[in-house]
T-cell receptor
Framework: KQEVTQIPAALSVPEGENLVLNCSFT??????LQWFRQDPGKGLTSLLL?????REQTSGRLNASLDKSSGRSTLYIAASQPGDSATYLC????????????FGKGTHLIIQP | SQTIHQWPATLVQPVGSPLSLECTVE??????LYWYRQAAGRGLQLLFY??????ISSEVPQNLSASRPQDRQFILSSKKLLLSDSGFYLC??????????FGPGTRLTVT
């Protein structure tokens, strides 16, 4: 059974810093990996999707990488801003039709103004 | 563009009462649909998924059920709520690339 772990569980950094969030998974046979952002009391916003054949994806100040063989993904946030404060969730999809995502417990990020 | 709606946004129900949460998707046809639950201190847990009208698969045994009466409508129900049913319920849909998109969620408190 797939297990997804996110480290650190919480992170607080001053505005302007570059930072890296880590995600690891136990079963490398994934179809894709998705990074989400969740604001308090809200639903999930999809940030980046990486297919199993890809190594990285970029959107604005965000860059996500995927190393299937080692079971790791990282989310890099450049020039952090207070508006980036949120919980970031990593999830894997293993294929097999319409099975759901397996989520990590998230990294709670606070960007200090 | 596609949008996903959930209602109600919040709900407070007594133990033993029935439950009906609704999810609808606009702007796409024949989506895969999902119900997840996010409980305090726990990760997101898949409850049900559906690949088409009337086709429901359950991931976790519980006192909840799901139905898909129309292509873009997904309903989560219970006949008698338990305290442990409290949580944040999220509906999602996925397209061809199996990228999932989530609704705004329903906060359920069982008292």
């Amino acid at each position: 059974k797939q297990e997804v772990t996110q480290i650190p569980a919480a992170l607080s950094v001053p505005e302007g810093e570059n930072l890296v969030l880590n995600c690891s998974f136990t079963d490398s046979a994934i179809y894709n990996l998705q990074w989400f952002r969740q604001d308090p009391g809200k639903g999930l916003t999809s940030l980046l999707l990486i297919q199993s054949s890809q190594r990285e994806q970029t959107s604005g100040r965000l860059n996500a990488s995927l190393d299937k063989s080692s079971g790791r993904s990282t989310l890099y946030i450049a020039a952090s801003q207070p508006g980036d404060s949120a919980t970031y969730l990593c999830a894997t999809y293993s294929g097999g039709g319409a099975d759901g995502l397996t989520f990590g417990k998230g990294t709670h990020l606070i960007i200090q103004p | 563009s596609q949008t996903i709606h959930q209602w109600p946004a919040t709900l407070v129900q007594p133990v033993g009462s029935p439950l009906s949460l609704e999810c609808t998707v606009e702007g796409t046809s024949n989506p895969n649909l999902y119900w997840y639950r996010q409980a305090a201190g726990r990760g997101l847990q898949l409850l049900f998924y559906s690949v088409g009208i009337g086709q429901i698969s359950s991931e976790v045994p519980q006192n909840l059920s799901a139905s898909r009466p129309q292509d873009r409508q997904f309903i989560l129900s219970s006949k008698k709520l338990l305290l442990s049913d409290s949580g944040f319920y999220l509906c999602a849909w996925s397209g061809r690339r199996y990228e999932q998109y989530f609704g705004p969620g329903t906060r359920l408190t069982v008292t």
